[in-house]
């Protein structure tokens, strides 16, 4: 079968009056280079008027939602998107860019979009025409097979209410078997809802701070987790075991490891809650369920990383703090997400940080792996990432970096993001640590810049 490009899939969908439409990609840079190409097609473009309804549409929105118009009207895609109707919406851009597209799209402005699977779910903005032109995705494992609930949830924004009779999802297809394939997978029924809650350090701590234990085990009690448990064990077998992967890194090693949280290994939620209460203890934060002065500090910090925090500040790395930057940079190490694209360098504190940051990461991870769904990383260019944009002089100076490097602003927003809320976290204890809350303060200063002010 011939292989379609964006032109013409966009121009037999607009031929036969099936626009607006969402096209759904296998990558980020396929939507992103979808996009691109349907510049090179000159006979393509809107016209005038319509370019200029655009132009002006964008500037409102903008003003509607603060959106940074100087930011937006000068992004790579503004273009294309203005000239054209057409626009990627992924995680690799920022958050206001999508916010922009969802509005124009929704409002009938936009041919098309070119999307991944990810905005199946929990974005609201539905269109005449779903195409899906791949069954594969690439995820943080690699590139892995759609899921019929995802299969689902695509094709599930076909059709606007109130403006369409009827939604269409079509399937642009490479081979009969990819065909065959999508029969399989549209035939087949959603996965079981299965429950990802678990009592974690956080939480534990939180509660502690003001109840006691008994008001733990009503909570785990009365989570989704338990009421599953509940229905397996009467003999009803619709929950399945929550299969995850992760991926364990000490140092420059990688390896991926599938596993499953203790609670889906026999263990009742109530266990699986004594089993982390454990962990907090052997790390000197809990003693017979009560808080010590290191479960304290663990209690101000609402984080999923609150125990690598803690471990942190209790540790001689604070010993290298003497500004805004060393502390963010400190912290900006921390990330959960090993396959982010980043700027590739060493951030600006000393280079025995790294290697004892390893060490204290890898006992954390070690203790808790399979009490906790996820797995933290230290990651040298994250931090370096950070440290670069807090010592930008403007926006322009740190995008013009970001693009000569290839590196999606998406990522670099949610690694500014996650560091931000870590220091907004360590302001909290400016009566246990004043001067780390001090430079924490600071170092939001320095990263709640646009256009990542609204990441927030």
């Not at 607009?14 to 296998?26: C, H």
């Not at 009503?218 to 929550?242: P, R």
Request: hydrophobic share 40%; glycine share 6%.
């Amino acid at each position: 079968m011939q292989k379609l490009t964006a032109v013409d899939i966009i121009a037999h969908l607009e031929g036969n009056d099936l626009v607006p439409a969402i096209i759904f990609r296998s990558s980020r840079r396929q939507c992103d280079l979808d996009c691109f190409a349907t510049a090179q097609a000159a006979y393509f473009r809107l016209g005038h008027r319509k370019e200029d309804a655009i132009r002006q549409r964008v500037k409102q929105i903008c003003e509607e939602f603060n959106l940074p118009y100087d930011i937006l009207s000068s992004y790579r895609f503004t273009e294309v998107l203005v000239k054209y109707g057409v626009a990627p919406h992924h995680a690799g851009h920022l958050s206001s860019w999508r916010i922009l597209i969802e509005k124009l799209m929704s409002e009938g402005f936009l041919r098309a979009i070119f999307a991944t699977s990810t905005v199946s779910a929990g974005v609201d903005f539905p269109a005449r025409t779903v195409v899906i032109t791949s069954l594969k995705k690439k995820g943080h494992f690699g590139v892995n097979y759609i899921t019929p609930t995802e299969l689902h949830q695509m094709s599930g924004r076909a059709g606007r209410r109130g403006k369409d009779k009827v939604g269409f999802c079509l399937f642009a297809v490479e081979s009969i078997h990819d065909l065959e394939i999508y029969k399989k997978l549209v035939n087949s029924p959603p996965e079981p809802l299965v429950s990802w809650f678990y009592p974690s350090p956080s939480t534990i701590l939180s509660t502690l701070k003001y109840r006691d234990i008994q008001i733990l085990q009503q909570l785990v009690q009365k989570s989704f987790g338990a009421f599953l448990k509940a229905c397996k064990a009467k003999g009803d077998n619709s929950s399945e075991t929550i299969k995850a992967k992760t991926s364990q890194r000490w140092g420059q090693k990688k390896t991926l490891k599938s596993y499953k949280l203790k609670t889906q290994q026999g263990e009742s939620e109530l266990e699986r809650l004594a089993l982390v209460i454990r962990k907090l203890e052997e790390f000197g934060f809990l003693a017979e369920t009560f808080l010590t002065e290191k479960g304290k500090i663990g209690a101000e910090i609402n984080s999923s990383y609150v125990v690598e925090i803690v471990e942190i500040l209790s540790s001689d790395l604070t010993l290298i703090v003497d500004s805004p930057l060393s502390l963010l940079s400190l912290f900006g190490f921390l990330s959960s997400d090993y396959d982010r694209n980043l700027l590739n360098g060493y951030p600006p504190v000393p280079k025995q940080v790294y290697p004892k940051l390893n060490i204290l990461v890898k006992r954390v991870n070690s203790a808790f792996i399979g009490l906790r769904p996820f797995v933290t990383f230290v990651d040298k260019n994250a931090s370096y990432t950070v440290s670069q944009w807090a010592q930008a002089k403007s926006w322009s100076e740190f995008a013009k970096i970001l693009d000569k490097k290839s590196v999606a602003i998406g990522d670099v927003a949610r690694q500014i993001s996650q560091t931000i809320d870590i220091m907004n976290q360590l302001t909290k204890l400016e009566k246990i640590m004043p001067d780390i809350a001090y430079f924490a303060e600071e170092s939001k200063k320095m990263l709640l810049r646009h256009p990542f002010s609204e990441v927030v």
